[in-house]
Structures are given as structure tokens and as C-alpha cells.
């Protein structure tokens, strides 16, 4: 059952992005462009309250709950970037918006882009972290908190993932061809 509703949530994430984005460039209905995306929430409390209720009547934590909670952590963390995309692209494609601003490939501007870009994975995995341990708090010390453990794990890997990819781009920063890094280098440091 909480897979099916992980589904269904995803299917009603996109449903509702694609409403609320037809609403705001096809009908001209801004206002209730907002309400349908403002409702892509409500899918996520569903799934939150679904799967404390699976738990609180006895069903044993297994790794289907521990994919709620990042589910639901991804979504709250990534999922407004995602819209603010989806609009991006929407606007311009239909509605004759400026092109979509494409990330920058050089220098420091790529490397911030990449340490905000890991900061959204990080702060996902934190809340997804946070929700598998109030999950095992919740199962509390009689339930098999195994898999909901291994979530956790997981994440944490992906938050190292993230901090040493986004490093990378620190350490080694991709250099513009004929030196246009250097010259975006000697700009940066004359406005500070």
C-alpha cells in the first residue's frame, strides 16, 4: 500500500504541475495556477500520515517506510527547484518568456552553483534522516528498526556524495577555454 501511494503521489506531483502550469500560461488564471501548486504539499502530509498510521497499527518497519521518508524529504527539498524549472521552461515555450538562464560551466560561478545545487541534496537527505529517525523513535525500542536504519545510511552517503562532488568543483574548477576563467577570476576579485 505505501508504495502504490509513493506512486500515486509522484503521478499527482507531476498532474498537478502540469494543471497549475496550464492554468497560468493557457488560461490566464494566475491565481488558480498558485492554489494548484500550492497543493502539491497535501500529497505529501498524505503520505506522511498514511505511513504513521500503517505503523501505529502494527505493521513492521520495513524498507517501504524508510522510502516515504525520503520521498517525502526529496520532495519538500527539491521539489519548489522543480517547479521554479518546470515555470522556466513552461514560460518561455508558450507564453514567449526569456530563455531558461543555463548553468554556468566555468570557474567560481559553476562552483557556487554546485555547492547551492549539493545543498538541496544535503538538506533532502537531512529531512529524510529526521523523518526515518522519528520513524524508529515512533516504532520505538520493541520494533525491527533495521531497514529504517539502513535509510539513514544511505543518505548520509548521499550527503557525502554531494559534499565531495560540489569540493571537486573547489579544489579542480573547470577552466573556461583561452582564459576566460582568469579574466572572470580578475572580475571577482575587483569587486570585493
Not at 494543471?19 to 494566475?30: E, I, N, P, Q, W
Not at 519548489?80 to 566555468?106: C, M, N, Q, S, T
Not at 533495521?146 to 577552466?175: D, H, R
Request: aromatic share 10%; net charge positive; with cysteine.
Amino acid at each position: 500500500m505505501i508504495v502504490t501511494l509513493i506512486i500515486i503521489c509522484e503521478v499527482g506531483f507531476w498532474v498537478l504541475l502540469g494543471l497549475g502550469l496550464a492554468l497560468r500560461y493557457f488560461a490566464g488564471m494566475r491565481r488558480a495556477s498558485v492554489a494548484v501548486l500550492l497543493c502539491e504539499p497535501l500529497l505529501e502530509i498524505l503520505l506522511l500520515v498514511v505511513t504513521a498510521i500503517d505503523l501505529k497499527n502494527g505493521a513492521e518497519p520495513d524498507w517501504k517506510h524508510g522510502l516515504a521518508a525520503v520521498y517525502i524529504g526529496f520532495s519538500v527539498a527539491l521539489g519548489p527547484e522543480l517547479i521554479k524549472w518546470a515555470d522556466g521552461r513552461f514560460a518561455h515555450r508558450f507564453a514567449g518568456g526569456p530563455p531558461p538562464v543555463r548553468p554556468p560551466k566555468y570557474g567560481k560561478a559553476r562552483m557556487v552553483y554546485e555547492w547551492k545545487t549539493a545543498a538541496r541534496w544535503i538538506v533532502a537527505s537531512a529531512i529524510a534522516m529526521g523523518l526515518l529517525q522519528a520513524a524508529i523513535w515512533y516504532v520505538g525500542s520493541d520494533g525491527e528498526t533495521g531497514s529504517l536504519q539502513m535509510w539513514q545510511q544511505k543518505m548520509l552517503v548521499l550527503i557525502g556524495i554531494n559534499v565531495v562532488w560540489a569540493l571537486g568543483y573547489t579544489l579542480f574548477p573547470k577552466k573556461a577555454p583561452g582564459g576566460t576563467a582568469d579574466a572572470e577570476r580578475a572580475k571577482s576579485l575587483s569587486e570585493r
